[in-house]
């Protein structure tokens, strides 16, 4: 594709400065994502894929968070450490993101139509009028009945899913390029969520907004994604196209979490597991950070760091020597 | 097979009380006549959506909770008529695994303290076997003797779940309550935690009663599954029939919800279930989930269908199959 990214991380890398010295979360990631695609971020807690979200977003608590080093252009703009001025300007307006419990991300004091209205005023120059119309046109847009009677309840009146509903309104309403929802869907029951990821796709189709979902379920992103990114403590470990990497996923890590899966549509004796336990972010600092709980690893493994390498099929990159190039291979 | 806990009509209402004088003025019905039995051995899974009373099910078995209305018999004990005394038995013979693992271990207790406790609280053994016993339990869920010395905090969500088992299975029980007992964990962990339940299943001869909301899940550790939906139970059966032929409207749509890890067959069905879960203090009358189903007729809008057994084994409460019983 020669198409310009909407969104392009390069080199990545956010740490926290703890007691313990420093603790690089995400460590040397890069990814991009276009304009109309959805992305899906998948890890195990700890990844580093919030923290990647968090540092797009430019709300990395400082201290004890900073971004070390890399770029983050959007539209071919660097937008890291930009004065928060100017940072105020695109998020919301540009770059939208969604959280995980839509109860904590709104706020209890006001009613559904002032928050979405504060939303909309704070990057657009329209009066108020316009913005409560622009607000229930969102709010039907993205499913809700009785639209009108809605701006005037407040967060605790709804449902967790009409909630999220408004958090997905709330964050499309300034028409974002790009839209970061972490773990949408989690906090909310299976029919709901199948609900709210249809209306995401929906959004994704017919408003071309680039969407990155964050996740753990490898699931919601077989159902919704165009291209996976799978981070393992810190780093990316494996990045493909969807088919792709269900079909014929490389690395050790994507095997084993798609094999741990349990499968809706069959009964295993044994559940095939990942020995060994999710590493804290910055407990490993040699080799591989996958080596100690992988089952192929070989004495390079826990001295190198491998590179990602790229695979036979377009755009897909597996960091695991097991895949290296000859001429890297020792 | 036989029978270890038979639950008959169990009712658990929770009063809203409002007004100046705090008086009632309404019911939760969290749990609205539900009856099953759990046979001696098995694993019976029990699903719902949140607020569905699938937890409040597990809590009135160990009599956490106190019934409204109905019968639960355990070993010939009826569990609602006990006392305060004969309770406390009961809860060596039964035993609840917390879904937070973080939150169900105390935080100033050494694993060690942890374990020996319900020994302790049950009048078991001498110091010296209880010690051993303890022990002995730690390296049976997969950790090590020197983990004893160490506090909650040290550990991952994964080992924190195997001491809760450890916990759970320090009296011996004979049924174990298991309640969202992997929902916290991650996907590589999450296996780990399950083929652990399977075998101290087969090695200690347990029973369990597994909720959970993830139908995945259920379906690798259960032997039989019921799908509870607003407080009652709408499908009760085998596993393998509950998963391949779901008779009840709301199984399948259930089913059909749950996202499968493979892009090659994105949703079958592309329909939705519409509209939410209802509020359990106000159900709707006749059929709970007549407001969102598909196949909705006259009568489920009047009257609450009975939880029958259509097949052998294979309960249901739908109008619909009542209907084909009777041509």
């Known amino acids: ?330 | 097979m036989s029978t270890l806990v038979e639950v008959k009509n169990l009712k658990k209402y929770f009063p809203i009380t409002g007004g100046v004088l705090d008086r009632k003025i309404g019911d939760i019905k969290a749990v609205d006549n539900i009856s099953f039995t759990i046979r001696k051995g098995e694993t019976l899974g029990l699903v719902g959506e949140s607020g569905s009373g699938k937890s409040t099910t597990g809590r009135l078995l160990l009599r956490l909770l106190e019934a409204t209305d109905g019968s639960i018999t355990f070993e010939e004990k009826e569990v609602t008529k006990l006392s305060t005394k004969e309770v406390k038995a009961l809860r060596e013979d039964m035993q609840l695994i917390f879904q937070d693992p973080f939150a169900s271990l105390n935080p100033r207790h050494t694993v060690e303290k942890i374990l020996e406790e319900p020994l302790i609280v049950h009048k078991k053994g001498t110091k010296e076997e209880r010690k051993k016993m303890v022990r002995k339990m730690i390296e049976v869920v997969g950790l090590d003797s020197y983990h004893l010395k160490r506090y909650p905090h040290q550990f991952s969500g994964g080992q924190r779940q195997r001491i809760g088992i450890a916990r759970a299975l320090m009296t011996q029980p004979k049924l174990i309550i298991a309640d969202e007992p992997v929902s916290a964990l991650d996907v590589s962990i999450q296996s780990q935690v399950l083929n652990l339940l399977k075998d101290l299943q087969e090695e200690f001869k347990l029973t369990y009663l597994f909720i959970a909301h993830d139908l995945s899940v259920v379906r690798q550790i259960s032997d039989r599954v019921g799908v509870m939906y607003l407080g009652t139970l709408v499908e009760l059966t085998d596993a393998e029939k509950l998963y391949e032929k779901p008779l009840h409207p709301y199984t399948e749509a259930l089913l059909s919800a749950v996202p499968i890890p493979d892009p090659e067959v994105k949703s079958q069905s592309e329909d939705v279930l519409g509209g939410e879960i209802p509020s359990p203090s106000n159900p709707p009358k006749g059929c709970v989930f007549h407001t969102r189903c598909k196949a909705c007729m006259e009568i489920c809008k009047k009257v609450r269908p009975e939880f029958k057994e259509m097949e052998p084994g294979h309960y249901v409460a739908c109008h619909l199959y009542e209907e084909d019983m009777q041509h």
């Open chain 1, 1 to 330: 594709m020669d198409r310009e990214p909407i969104l392009e991380i390069k080199g990545l890398r956010t740490s926290f400065f703890t007691d313990d010295g420093e603790v690089p979360a995400v460590d040397d990631v890069s990814l991009y994502v276009h304009e109309g695609e959805m992305l899906g971020i998948v890890g195990e807690s700890g990844c580093g894929k919030s923290v990647t979200s968090l540092s797009i977003m430019g709300l990395i608590p400082s201290p004890p968070g900073k971004i070390v080093d890399g770029d983050i252009l959007y539209q071919g703009n660097n937008i890291v450490n930009l004065p928060e001025k100017k940072m105020r300007a695109i998020r919301g307006n540009d770059i939208a993101m969604i959280f995980q419990e839509p109860m904590t991300s709104l706020n209890p004091l006001f009613s559904i139509g002032n928050q979405l209205i504060e939303a909309i005023r704070t990057h657009q120059n329209v009066s108020k009028k316009a913005a409560w119309d622009k607000s229930v046109e969102m709010l039907k847009l993205v499913g809700l009945p009785r639209a009108e009677e809605l701006m005037d309840d407040y967060p605790h009146q709804l449902s967790g899913g009409m909630r999220q509903r408004v958090m997905i309104a709330m964050a499309m309403i300034c028409e974002p390029s790009v839209l970061i929802a972490d773990e949408p869907t989690t906090a909310l029951d299976v029919t709901i969520q199948k609900q709210i990821l249809q209306l995401m796709k929906e959004l994704n189709q017919k408003l071309n907004t680039a969407i990155i979902m964050i996740t753990h379920d490898l699931g919601v992103v077989a159902e919704v994604c165009d291209r996976v990114v799978v981070m393992y403590s810190g780093k990316i470990v494996e990045t493909a196209d969807i088919h792709t990497l269900y079909k014929d996923p490389k690395h050790p890590y994507t095997k084993g979490l798609l094999a741990s899966i349990p499968d809706l549509r069959k009964k295993s004796e044994k559940l095939y597991s990942i020995p060994g336990n999710v590493p804290k972010p910055g407990s490993i600092t040699e080799g591989c950070r996958f080596a100690p709980r992988c089952e192929m690893a070989f004495e390079r493994c826990f001295q190198e760091d491998p590179a990602l390498y790229p695979c036979s099929s377009d755009e897909h990159e597996v960091r695991c020597f097991l895949h290296a190039p000859e001429e890297v291979k020792p």
